[in-house]
T-cell receptor, first 114, second 111 residues
Framework: DAGITQSPRHKVTETGTPVTLRCHQT?????MYWYRQDPGHGLRLIHY???????DKGEVSDGYSVSRSKTEDFLLTLESATSSQTSVYFC?????????????FGPGTRLTVL | GESVGLHLPTLSVQEGDNSIINCAYS??????FIWYKQESGKGPQFIID?????DKRQGQRVTVLLNKTVKHLSLQIAATQPGDSAVYFC??????????FGKGTTLSVSS
């Protein structure tokens, strides 16, 4: 846990505004992930990254974009927030593709879109 | 101890009981399974994993059982403690692909 942080931890915004969430890890992990967590759905993958500037879409990528310019930072952007994007967002990182037992999750960002 | 059938969202047990949390997974090609624990206000935390070439794996007070025939995974917690109260998720995956998470079971332990 200590090696991965998210900012902000809480945010309230209005529909139509852009929002960027930041994930920062100090583990020098290659893989990073953004998930959203909603009641009744568990964790759903939004986007992931398998290296600097290498990203791909997950299950629920519509309305989201990501960027990874440095190993340690993975940004999630909502270009124009909608109420359906109200959720708790978690990022995660892991070193190797198969090292799930070394996957660390951040503490989460609670986003409310009014 | 208490047990649940195929996924129920909540499980309530008494301190000291054994708990069994079940999970049905979807992809018969998945070769890696994980259980996570998520405490209130925190991110998921890895508990134990098992590969598809195994049926059982034990950790400290936890055991994971895998039944590939019926695509079923279970987590057994021995001598459940109040600190075990949390949401427990199973996840499945294959090397090099993203994990697929289950919906989670909330475990409540009363003393």
């Amino acid at each position: 846990d200590a090696g991965i942080t998210q900012s902000p931890r809480h945010k309230v915004t209005e529909t139509g505004t852009p929002v960027t969430l930041r994930c920062h890890q100090t583990e020098n992990h290659r893989y990073m992930y953004w998930y959203r967590q909603d009641p009744g759905h568990g964790l759903r993958l939004i986007h992931y990254s398998y290296g600097v500037k290498d990203t791909d879409k997950g299950e629920v990528s519509d309305g989201y974009s990501v960027s990874r310019s440095k190993t340690e930072d993975f940004l999630l952007t909502l270009e124009s927030a909608t109420s359906s994007q109200t959720s708790v967002y978690f990022c995660a990182s892991q070193g190797l593709a198969s090292s799930y037992n070394e996957q660390f999750f951040g503490p989460g960002t609670r986003l409310t879109v009014l | 101890g208490e047990s649940v059938g195929l996924h129920l969202p909540t499980l309530s047990v008494q301190e000291g009981d054994n708990s069994i949390i079940n999970c049905a997974y979807s992809n018969s090609a998945s070769d890696y399974f994980i259980w996570y624990k998520q405490e209130s206000g925190k991110g998921p935390q890895f508990i134990i994993d098992i590969r598809s070439n195994m049926d059982k794996r034990q950790g400290q007070r936890v055991t994971v059982l895998l039944n590939k025939t019926v695509k079923h995974l279970s987590l057994q917690i021995a001598a459940t403690q109040p600190g075990d109260s949390a949401v427990y998720f199973c996840a499945e995956g294959q090397a090099g692909t993203a994990l697929i998470f289950g919906k989670g079971t909330t475990l409540s332990v009363s003393s």
